[in-house]
């Protein structure tokens, strides 16, 4: 594996998440593998679990790493080929890009969507700009549109509270919030699931329709009690408009916070959400301090994904 950014650069899904299972039994059982490589996590953005997670994973494979939040730390990246360099900007991003990759063995970046240009974000310019002129694999530390490792130990959780007797029903349900957040966690999820073989439905009011290109298949709802019927899992998210308006929060209809009381029209579902999350807004205390929540278990689950994606491009 050279690039991992979405769930089309993993050759075996199945085969991935073995590994990452496996890794869990023993995560100290190749120290050699990352000797003397070096990971550079580059970021433009916040972020707790990503950050930390991935840092462990590369030190429990012996690799190096830097961390640098080139949002803050670095010179201001330009972004436009071509540019005339005499405003604000004080570097562009190949020549950074290719910096980087001069002193890295594998980069990560995290680089969010502007919410501003549809065109521009689902076009992956930053992303791009990395792979095209680091020279080394790059990882997705989440995109303008994707969250790749999120959903890989998010499939990972599943798989390891599958009831092995049924496919399970997986739900993913938008949420409320306050702010306008990407698309990229549920379409990361969306294309996760259409990967495996679970009864996979999406919730969300009118208006927060996601790509196609992510969803293509899946049965819509916008009745969410309809589509909890019978859940196993169920993954609770915020995100804002894809379509006409894009970028924007047209509800706040706090009648979609998941409570224990819509829990009751699942089969027991176990509740899932990628944090950090606005507690009593997206989901309730009840939910998430239950006996039905995994959230802390997908975020544990976070460093043995990640470890398995290094791993994998360390031995290529
Ligand atoms: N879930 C997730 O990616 O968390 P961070 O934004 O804190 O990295």
Redesign the pocket.
């Known amino acids: 594996m050279k690039y991992f950014t979405t769930v089309h650069d993993v050759i075996d899904v199945d085969d991935l998440v073995q590994e990452a299972l496996n890794i869990k039994q023993n995560p100290y059982a190749f120290p050699q593998i990352g000797k003397n490589k070096t990971l550079g996590l580059i970021f433009m953005?916040?972020?707790?679990?990503?950050?930390l997670?991935t840092q462990k994973a590369a030190m429990n494979l012996g690799m190096n790493v830097m961390v640098m939040n080139i949002d803050k730390e670095g010179w201001a990246l330009e972004m436009e080929d071509g540019a005339i360099m005499n405003g604000a900007n004080v570097e562009h991003v190949k020549d950074a890009a290719a910096v980087i990759g001069q002193y890295c063995d594998v980069v990560g970046i995290?680089c969010f969507p502007s919410l501003q240009n549809k065109q521009e974000d689902y076009s992956e310019k930053v992303l791009l700009k990395f792979m095209e002129n680091c020279a080394v694999p790059v990882v997705s530390?989440?995109s303008a549109t994707l969250?790749p490792?999120?959903s890989f130990a998010d499939l990972m959780t599943i798989k390891e509270h599958w009831n092995e007797k049924r496919k399970p029903k997986v739900v993913l349900t938008w949420a409320p919030h306050i702010k306008a957040l990407p698309q990229a966690?549920a379409n990361s999820f969306s294309e996760w699931m259409c990967k495996t073989d679970v009864d996979f439905v999406i919730t969300h009011p009118k208006g927060y329709e996601l790509s196609e290109d992510y969803t293509k298949g899946t049965t819509i709802y916008h009745n969410q009690d309809e589509a909890l019927k019978d859940a196993d899992f169920v993954y609770v998210k915020n995100w804002s408009t894809y379509n006409d308006d894009y970028g924007k929060v047209v509800s706040t209809d706090s009648d979609w916070m998941l409570t224990n009381e819509k829990l009751k029209m699942t089969n027991n579902a176990k509740v899932m959400h990628?944090?950090?999350v606005r507690r009593n807004v997206e989901l309730s205390d009840e939910v998430l301090d239950g006996k039905n929540s995994l959230v802390i278990e997908q975020?544990n689950n976070?460093l043995y994904a990640a470890q398995a994606v290094l791993k994998k491009i360390l031995e290529k």
């Open positions: 953005n916040p972020s707790l679990r990503t950050r997670s995290r530390l989440e969250h490792l999120q966690v990628c944090l950090p975020a976070r």
